[in-house]
């Protein structure tokens, strides 16, 4: 039946399991064969629903994307904490801006924000955020390692080691590598000589504060299998 002018069509719940099922889909297909390939009728193929359900859950594919760039920026959220309270701060955070995977979705999502605006304002929010937080924490390291403020700023550092981040994972993508390794040895070097040989755990990102969240919260469940 339509929906009367001047009224709200009715959406699922944003906890109901068709609704993680469809971002999930939708992640996969952006992550295996990039944001194209995410359409509604493919999103609702690859999570084994009818199409039906996407429009649902999301009044737009906007509405979609949005969701889907907010649950990534969430969960880098808990890796981040997970960085700046583990006992190498600076050795995590070059390597969680230096996994391929994540910096790969970046790239599409960065690639999808040029045709939708409204997610090119969402990016710049969280990154705004991730930045206040890296500085904090390059602050306090530099305190704690006597690193000499006059010779690099934390919010300097800050920008050198996010731009060295993304251009060796981008460059790497692409089948570039001239001078990679070389860049890399520069950071091992550094790195050991402030904070020593790397000792974090193999699942370092995983171990959060005590307060942070989990990565997957629970979902209802909800009908709509086709």
């Known amino acids: 039946m339509a929906t009367p002018a ?47 359900l996407v429009h649902y859950y999301f009044r737009t594919m906007d509405d979609l994307f949005l969701e889907l760039f907010r649950r990534r920026a969430e969960q880098l959220k808990v890796h981040q904490k997970a960085a700046l309270n583990s006992s190498q701060p600076l050795w995590a955070l070059w390597e969680l801006n230096t ?8 790239m599409e999502f960065i690639a999808l924000a040029n045709h939708r605006k409204v997610l090119m304002t969402e990016i710049a929010k969280y990154a705004e955020v991730f930045r206040q937080e890296t500085i904090k924490t390059l602050t306090a390291a530099m305190a704690r390692y006597n690193v000499p403020f006059e010779e690099f700023t934390p919010t ?43 000792q974090l755990p193999d699942n370092w990102r995983h171990l959060v504060a005590e307060d942070g969240g989990a990565e997957d919260g629970g979902a209802a469940d909800d009908s709509g299998k086709s």
Do not use: C, I
């Open 6 to 52: 001047g009224t709200s069509r009715r959406l699922g719940a944003p906890d109901a399991k068709n609704r993680v099922v469809l971002l999930n889909a939708a992640e996969e297909l952006m992550r295996d064969e990039g944001y194209a390939a995410v359409t509604s009728r493919r999103v609702a193929e690859k999570a084994g629903l009818k199409p039906q």
């Open 99 to 106: 996994d391929p995977a994540g910096t790969a979705m970046t």
């Open 156 to 198: 300097v550092l800050m920008v050198l080691m996010t731009g060295a981040t993304q251009v060796l994972v981008q460059e790497e993508f692409l089948g570039m590598t001239l001078g990679h390794q070389e860049t890399r040895a520069f950071a091992d070097k550094w790195l050991t000589y402030l904070e020593g040989p790397r």
